[in-house]
T-cell receptor, first 115, second 109 residues
Framework: GAVVSQHPSWVICKSGTSVKIECRSLDFQATTMFWYRQFPKKSLMLMATSNEGSKATYEQGVEKDKFLINHASLTLSTLTVTSAHPEDSSFYIC???????????FGPGTRLTVT | GQNIDQPTEMTATEGAIVQINCTYQTSGFNGLFWYQQHAGEAPTFLSYNVLDGLEEKGRFSSFLSRSKGYSYLLLKELQMKDSASYLC??????????WGAGTKLIIKP
């Protein structure tokens, strides 16, 4: 089946620094990738939708200058949390979609802790 | 607005059957998904329904009624490892997933 990887799986950083999270589709070409964040005991919140070669579409309330998304190829998307603050601590999950509209595969998630 | 409702928490006994309900109101419908999520892990796909009726897959079954905006996930022969959150999600007319808050299922021996 389709596999999506994320790196790193967990990261601890200091307040004010930037953190980059990679999302890769390992055995298929992802026309679209999604970035979610999830707070404890809460559902997934879509942050942005990323199409290969074009700018990401951000959901309302998500700061595009703070959460930089790059979708450089059909197998790689990156999320950079700039000038991280403790309130950015969360579980970040990416998913990748193939051409078939209903097929969306999730990465294992990245747990970010900002101290 | 778009809305997905499911119970916050349910408790069941090992070996029993449990039904988790989901009702939805969305702009357009391109299918309903059920995902399982263990604590600290990403969701894993369980089922996809786009037509009315029951889809059976081993111990898990999922039902959809589009006219009622209703779905349920049925888990049979419950095992302790089934303790997890179960997320209902609907794909809207823009092919985006609208997520429910999830139902935490607690299995007792």
């Amino acid at each position: 089946g389709a596999v999506v990887s994320q790196h790193p799986s967990w990261v601890i950083c200091k307040s004010g620094t930037s953190v980059k999270i990679e999302c890769r589709s390992l055995d298929f070409q992802a026309t679209t990738m999604f970035w979610y964040r999830q707070f404890p005991k809460k559902s997934l919140m879509l942050m942005a939708t990323s199409n290969e070669g074009s700018k990401a579409t951000y959901e309302q309330g998500v700061e595009k200058d703070k959460f930089l998304i790059n979708h450089a190829s059909l197998t790689l998307s990156t999320l950079t949390v700039t000038s991280a603050h403790p309130e950015d601590s969360s579980f970040y999950i990416c998913s990748a979609k193939t051409k078939e509209p209903y097929e969306q595969y999730f990465g294992p998630g990245t747990r970010l802790t900002v101290t | 607005g778009q809305n997905i409702d499911q119970p916050t928490e349910m408790t069941a006994t090992e070996g029993a059957i449990v039904q988790i309900n989901c009702t939805y109101q969305t702009s357009g419908f391109n299918g309903l998904f059920w995902y399982q999520q263990h604590a600290g892990e990403a969701p894993t796909f369980l089922s996809y329904n786009v037509l009315d009726g029951l889809e059976e897959k081993g111990r898990f079954s999922s039902f959809l009624s589009r006219s009622k905006g209703y779905s349920y996930l049925l888990l049979k022969e419950l095992q302790m490892k089934d303790s997890a959150s179960y997320l209902c999600a609907v794909m809207d007319s823009n092919y985006q997933l609208i997520w429910g808050a999830g139902t935490k299922l607690i299995i007792k021996p």
